[in-house]
């Protein structure tokens, strides 16, 4: 059958509908070996660039301050935040949440409110892949063009040590006795084992190296064992720490310990795991010791998020496995001056922690955008500061502020004008508990609004 005039112009617009959507739903054609792997992958459905793009992959504590100060600090730049979750937990309170003395909406927020209020877009997305000669990531949501890449994915588990390359244990300690240092299904797995507890050890590690936020596990173990003596529940936390002592504010958690927490909590430090028998719910350590226990939550040591290896941009450490190969002064990548890391993922020996991760965000996003502009960038020491609760009902809490500064001699960052104040009793204490959900709300709002 003939077509008719009326069918003909129909068709023109499909095809000129079509020929539109390919500008963003175009493919990616490669032009470089790494690229190669990727040929014919769609580009990613994001509008056309309208100035320097700079994509942030990661939108946890670093990546959501550095996308909005990006933008703020430099308007013309097109700021892209990808995140693989689909909405974002904090770490930071958590511990509170697990014995609940807050909502889970406290913890909760909203990436496209963050990136609807601060003029940027967000892909929630899984970046598996960087060519940096091609400048291109690549993610399940398709392909998507950089001219500056940052990259801030956190922490990933480091489980060699205990497991010694036994993928089952491997497994098993995931699932069943998650650390809880990665927000989302390991908080809940802990917070129903806490509060299904029904008696015995109930067992907490701390690791060695520069962990994700040092006073988290001990806070945490004040925490359950608050919960403990309050449920009357028979049992007790036992702390095994890899370090020989607590590794911050150590005066205000060896008192809380001791005063509070007397037969609650059994601290033992100095103590490395040598042998996990899940099937007999057994510890060995290097002392020769056993230790049974009913229930647990194993941290292991951390390394830095995966995608710095497959970007190219990882180094050995001292501490961890694997970081950031970074000028600790630009936050620029040894190998590839166009992409920064920073977050957990530094090489400093900055504490891993949430307002480190967001006051540095604040000062690289400054550096990117005095890039942009031609300028030179200038460095700032992040600042630390952090609240550790240790009771609920009133929370009471202790806490440390630092920043840091560059030793020539030792060539490492050490800290500069530290205080805590580690006095949790009394009004003290009482005021420390309020001021920590200020400062959570503080940093909420730095990075949402
Ligand atoms: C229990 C606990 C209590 C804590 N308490 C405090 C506290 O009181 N105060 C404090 O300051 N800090 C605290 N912290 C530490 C703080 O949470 C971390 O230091 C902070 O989250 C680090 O920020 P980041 O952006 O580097 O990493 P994250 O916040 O972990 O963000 C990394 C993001 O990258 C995403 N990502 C990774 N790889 C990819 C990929 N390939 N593609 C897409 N997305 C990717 C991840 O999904 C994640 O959302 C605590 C941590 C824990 C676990």
Redesign the pocket.
Same mark, same amino acid.
């Given at each position: 059958m003939a077509l008719s005039r009326r069918d003909l112009l129909k068709l023109g617009g499909v095809a000129a509908a079509g020929a539109a959507l390919s500008g963003c739903t175009s493919s990616y054609a490669s032009t470089t070996p790494k690229g190669a792997a990727h040929a014919g992958l769609r580009m990613a459905p994001l509008p056309k660039a309208k100035g320097p793009r700079v994509v942030v992959?990661?939108?946890?504590?670093?990546?959501l301050s550095i996308a909005k100060y990006v933008k703020r600090y430099a308007p013309n730049a097109d700021v892209v935040l990808?995140?693989? !979750?689909a909405s974002f937990m904090s770490?930071?309170?958590?511990?509170l949440w697990l014995v609940g003395l807050v909502d889970l909406e406290f913890l909760t927020h909203d990436y496209l409110q963050a990136a609807r209020n601060n003029n940027y877009t967000f892909l929630n997305?899984?970046?598996?892949d960087v060519d940096r000669d091609s400048k291109m990531v690549f993610t399940n949501e398709g392909a998507v063009k950089y001219d500056i890449l940052v990259l801030?994915?956190?922490?990933d588990y480091d489980y060699s040590r205990w497991t010694k390359g036994d993928v089952e244990l491997e497994t098993r300690l995931r699932q069943e006795y998650p650390a809880?240092?990665?927000p989302g299904s390991e908080h809940m797995t802990i917070r129903n084992k806490v509060q299904d507890f029904e008696g015995g050890n109930f067992v907490l590690t701390v690791p060695g190296g520069n962990y994700?936020?040092l006073p988290?596990p001990y806070e !945490?173990a004040c925490l359950i064992a608050w919960y403990m003596k309050k449920e009357q529940i028979p049992g007790k936390v036992v702390l095994l720490d890899e370090n020989p002592d607590i590794t911050i504010k150590k005066d205000g958690f060896h008192s809380a310990f001791e005063k509070l927490y007397k037969g609650y909590i059994e601290y033992l430090p100095g103590t490395k795991i040598t042998k996990i028998d899940l099937g007999k719910k057994r510890l060995e350590t290097e002392l020769g010791e056993e230790i049974k226990f009913a229930d647990a939550a194993l941290y292991p040591r951390v390394r830095g998020?995966k995608?710095l290896e497959i970007a190219g941009v990882a180094k050995d450490s001292v501490f961890n496995r694997l970081e950031a190969d970074i000028d600790p002064f630009t936050y620029q990548t040894k190998a590839d001056p166009n992409i920064y890391c920073a977050?957990?993922?530094r090489p400093m020996g900055f504490s891993?922690?949430?307002?480190?991760?967001n006051t540095e965000g604040h000062i690289v996003a400054s550096m990117i955008a005095q890039r942009l502009k031609g300028k030179e960038p200038k460095w700032k020491s992040p600042l630390t500061?952090?609240?550790?609760a240790v009771s609920g009902d009133p929370v009471r809490a202790i806490s440390v502020n630092a920043e840091y500064k560059y030793n020539e001699k030792k060539k490492a960052f050490g800290f500069h004008n530290a205080a805590t104040n580690e006095k949790w009793d009394g009004k003290t204490g009482v005021q420390n508990g309020k001021l920590l959900f200020e400062w959570a709300k503080g940093m909420y709002r730095d990075m949402f609004m």
């Amino acid at each position: 059958m003939a077509l008719s005039r009326r069918d003909l112009l129909k068709l023109g617009g499909v095809a000129a509908a079509g020929a539109a959507l390919s500008g963003c739903t175009s493919s990616y054609a490669s032009t470089t070996p790494k690229g190669a792997a990727h040929a014919g992958l769609r580009m990613a459905p994001l509008p056309k660039a309208k100035g320097p793009r700079v994509v942030v992959v990661g939108g946890g504590w670093s990546g959501l301050s550095i996308a909005k100060y990006v933008k703020r600090y430099a308007p013309n730049a097109d700021v892209v935040l990808i995140e693989r !979750r689909a909405s974002f937990m904090s770490c930071p309170v958590s511990n509170l949440w697990l014995v609940g003395l807050v909502d889970l909406e406290f913890l909760t927020h909203d990436y496209l409110q963050a990136a609807r209020n601060n003029n940027y877009t967000f892909l929630n997305a899984m970046v598996h892949d960087v060519d940096r000669d091609s400048k291109m990531v690549f993610t399940n949501e398709g392909a998507v063009k950089y001219d500056i890449l940052v990259l801030s994915p956190g922490i990933d588990y480091d489980y060699s040590r205990w497991t010694k390359g036994d993928v089952e244990l491997e497994t098993r300690l995931r699932q069943e006795y998650p650390a809880g240092f990665v927000p989302g299904s390991e908080h809940m797995t802990i917070r129903n084992k806490v509060q299904d507890f029904e008696g015995g050890n109930f067992v907490l590690t701390v690791p060695g190296g520069n962990y994700r936020c040092l006073p988290a596990p001990y806070e !945490r173990a004040c925490l359950i064992a608050w919960y403990m003596k309050k449920e009357q529940i028979p049992g007790k936390v036992v702390l095994l720490d890899e370090n020989p002592d607590i590794t911050i504010k150590k005066d205000g958690f060896h008192s809380a310990f001791e005063k509070l927490y007397k037969g609650y909590i059994e601290y033992l430090p100095g103590t490395k795991i040598t042998k996990i028998d899940l099937g007999k719910k057994r510890l060995e350590t290097e002392l020769g010791e056993e230790i049974k226990f009913a229930d647990a939550a194993l941290y292991p040591r951390v390394r830095g998020g995966k995608i710095l290896e497959i970007a190219g941009v990882a180094k050995d450490s001292v501490f961890n496995r694997l970081e950031a190969d970074i000028d600790p002064f630009t936050y620029q990548t040894k190998a590839d001056p166009n992409i920064y890391c920073a977050g957990d993922v530094r090489p400093m020996g900055f504490s891993k922690s949430g307002n480190t991760a967001n006051t540095e965000g604040h000062i690289v996003a400054s550096m990117i955008a005095q890039r942009l502009k031609g300028k030179e960038p200038k460095w700032k020491s992040p600042l630390t500061v952090c609240y550790s609760a240790v009771s609920g009902d009133p929370v009471r809490a202790i806490s440390v502020n630092a920043e840091y500064k560059y030793n020539e001699k030792k060539k490492a960052f050490g800290f500069h004008n530290a205080a805590t104040n580690e006095k949790w009793d009394g009004k003290t204490g009482v005021q420390n508990g309020k001021l920590l959900f200020e400062w959570a709300k503080g940093m909420y709002r730095d990075m949402f609004m």
